[in-house]
């Protein structure tokens, strides 16, 4: 994503925002650009540095809607925080621009995260705090540039049909692929039948390996969350995928929260919801793995009903 202003105009727009009090913004140093957001590190008259985050409109999403993103955002932030298993960036607020929006909050010095041990153990620990009994979140947000639905349901079965219908909807699956993603649907309940109690935990939702690093302390720190209240298993498929987390994590985080029977033939289902997410978004070039992951989960319906 390239921004249509220039630096000397988000400069402006961020210091009369109102955000930095009698400080002002006197350097702005662009670190990360992508499809969904550009990023910067903001110095200040005042010695302080903040990290922002800013989003342009375009035909998909209007201004309005990307200070909805944000806020969306902030209340996911401040979801996790509240747990306290890791430290959570500080937000500051949410700054309107011409061409989009601004979320501004604390900047933290990121270190590699090598302590995978203490991670899983944090993980574990916020999948652990009491919340609502039921699924979903009191606002929706968006996992990369797609709209996340959190519409609360009293079923985790309900919740996850609805999530990955939404995303079956959009997906450019051929013939044999739609198949089978209708037959997943159908047949979604028999995958639960060995834990009918789940109870609903806090999930971040995007927790891949550039979403979470540790501070200059080696705390583990956890950023740009799609939360919601939901099954503890969900939040390992996009770790799974793209994670490059070491099994000291999973063991340590086991240790807490052991596996629910069942746990293998489910991964393939938590997956395939963010395969499916990166096809919506980024096109075929991830078709060919989630049509495999498809014929897994077909496989082993197979293989479950032949069993009875």
Excluded at 63 to 83: N, P, R
Excluded at 116 to 134: I, N, R, S, T, V
Excluded at 232 to 244: D, K, P, Q, V
Aim: proline share 5%; charged share 20%; glycine share 6%.
């Amino acid at each position: 994503m390239t921004s249509t202003n220039s630096t000397v105009e988000l400069i402006r727009a961020l210091n009369g925002s109102g955000q930095f009090a009698d400080d002002n913004i006197t350097l702005l140093t662009r670190i990360g650009s992508s499809k969904i957001n550009d990023t910067y590190m903001a110095d200040t008259t005042n010695g302080c540095r903040y990290f922002v985050k800013h989003h342009i409109a375009d035909t998909d999403m209007d201004q309005q809607s990307c200070i909805k993103m944000f806020e969306a955002e902030v209340a996911g932030l401040s979801a996790l925080q509240q747990t306290g298993a890791f430290r959570v960036p500080q937000t500051l607020g949410i700054v309107p621009v011409s061409d989009g929006a601004f979320l501004v909050t604390e900047y933290i010095q990121l270190q590699p995260l090598s302590d995978q041990k203490k991670f899983g153990q944090a993980l574990a620990a916020m999948h652990l705090a009491k919340g609502p009994d039921k699924f979903g979140f009191h606002i929706d947000n968006h996992i990369g540039t797609t709209p996340q639905l959190n519409s609360w349901k009293e079923s985790w079965v309900d919740f996850l049909y609805m999530r990955l219908k939404f995303q079956f909807d959009q997906a450019p699956f051929p013939e044999e692929a739609q198949r089978q993603a209708e037959q997943l649907l159908a047949n979604l309940p028999t995958f639960f039948q060995d834990i009918p109690n789940i109870v609903p935990s806090i999930i971040h939702g995007d927790l891949w390996s550039g979403n979470c690093a540790a501070d200059e302390n080696g705390e583990p720190v956890v950023y740009d969350p799609a939360v919601y209240w939901g099954h503890n298993e969900s939040e390992l498929g996009i770790m799974r995928l793209f994670g490059r987390f070491s099994d000291e994590l999973y063991e340590a985080y086991h240790a807490y929260i052991p596996k629910a029977p069942g746990f293998d033939k489910r991964a393939p289902i938590y997956e395939l919801y963010h395969l499916v997410n990166h096809l919506n978004m980024f096109g075929v070039a991830y078709l060919g793995r989630c049509t495999h992951l498809l014929q897994i989960i077909s496989d082993q319906l197979a293989q479950d009903m032949a069993n009875k």
